[in-house]
């Protein structure tokens, strides 16, 4: 269904409720008896807990199938307290559902569109890559200190027995870790690494120095990347099931690029916190995802210049070796 098509449905039916909303304001009764009242609110009641469970089941596996069902889960929790209120008002329920509705209902409903919210916008943090960053990515100690950060918790002294270090120069590397938003302390005193999405800087800005360096280092990545995706591509049957990868052309404006690149950000964000440490059944899996403008026919493919095995690396995901 086109957007067009579903802003006017959405407007129209709008623009019809508001004379039969106050066409039932002037005509319904203030008192209607229902023969079918036990099974209104029982059938509602098992309603609500499919999609608490139906919530349950799709939050644990971080699924974006869980947006909707938890918005809806909220929506029949907002529904549950209105109808219990005021069809409970001057009865003698009045006051268990005015503190059922405060206490339970609606709390509970402002809390799974918040998760519901989470869901769909990554709490990740993003920001450019800096010289700091060039810094710690270079530095041999720095990366094993978060290689080890990143298979569990720790405390400083036993960081320091495991990478044979004495144990002040550990806490200042910590320290320099957290300013950076690398690693952060928790409540019982270890430490953890935290995750974050490093992203393309505005070199234009920066000073001299600074934009040559970081322009070095990303220059540098980008030729790691491509042999890495050439020597998976070359190697693609080792893997088995554990490489995936597709290609695809299709018709984008510059602003939905950008949009299709935030949700990219967003879903490698909720699938990295399904598994924030290694696991028994877990592999750490290289994605890599390139968009470009396709060359006219008349301009030379470039990537034929580097032959097939280039072309189907940069537009290739897969797995790098362990």
């Known amino acids: 269904m086109r957007r067009p098509l579903v802003l006017a ?15 039932l304001a002037g005509t319904l009764p203030d008192r209607h008896g229902s023969s079918q009242w036990r099974l209104a609110w029982v059938g509602f009641d098992v309603a609500l807990l499919c999609c608490f469970a139906a919530a349950a089941w799709l939050g644990l596996r971080r699924r974006r199938n869980a947006v909707p069902v938890l918005a809806a889960t909220a929506a029949l929790l907002c529904c549950d307290a209105w109808f219990d209120v005021l069809l409970g008002w001057g ?5 268990i559902s005015l503190a059922l509705a405060a206490v339970v209902e609606l709390p509970l409903a402002m809390f799974l569109l ?21 810094e710690l990515h270079t530095d041999e100690e720095y990366q094993q200190l978060l290689n080890r950060l990143g298979e569990r918790a720790w405390t400083t002294s036993a960081l320091a027995t495991a990478l044979a ?19 952060r302390r928790r409540w019982d005193g270890r430490w953890q690494s935290v995750g974050m999405t490093l992203l393309k ?83 750490l899996v290289a994605i890599r995802w390139y968009a470009f403008p396709q060359p006219d026919d008349s301009a030379p493919d470039q990537a034929d210049r580097h032959g097939d095995s280039v072309r189907a690396a940069i537009t290739r995901a897969a797995t790098g070796p362990r």
Do not use: C
């Not at 144990?167 to 300013?179: G, P, W």
């Open 9 to 23: 449905v959405l407007a129209g039916a709008a623009v019809i409720l508001v004379p039969w909303t106050i066409h």
């Open 91 to 95: 009865g003698p329920d009045q006051w």
């Open 114 to 134: 918040a998760q519901a919210k989470t869901l769909l916008i990554s709490n990740q943090p993003r920001r450019p890559w800096s010289v700091q960053d060039v």
């Open 165 to 183: 270090l004495p144990e002040d120069r550990v806490t200042t590397m910590l320290s320099r870790l957290a300013d950076a938003d690398y690693a």
């Open 201 to 283: 800087p505005d070199l234009d800005i920066l000073p001299d120095a600074d934009r040559h360096r970081l322009q070095a280092h990303l220059d540098g990545k980008i030729d790691a990347d491509v042999q890495l995706l050439n020597w998976a591509a070359r190697h693609h049957e080792q893997f088995g099931p554990w490489a995936k990868g597709m290609r695809s052309r299709i018709h984008l404006t510059e602003a939905e690029l950008a949009d299709f690149n935030d949700e990219y950000l967003e879903l490698t964000d909720r699938y990295g916190a399904r598994h924030p440490r290694p696991t028994d059944d877990t592999r």
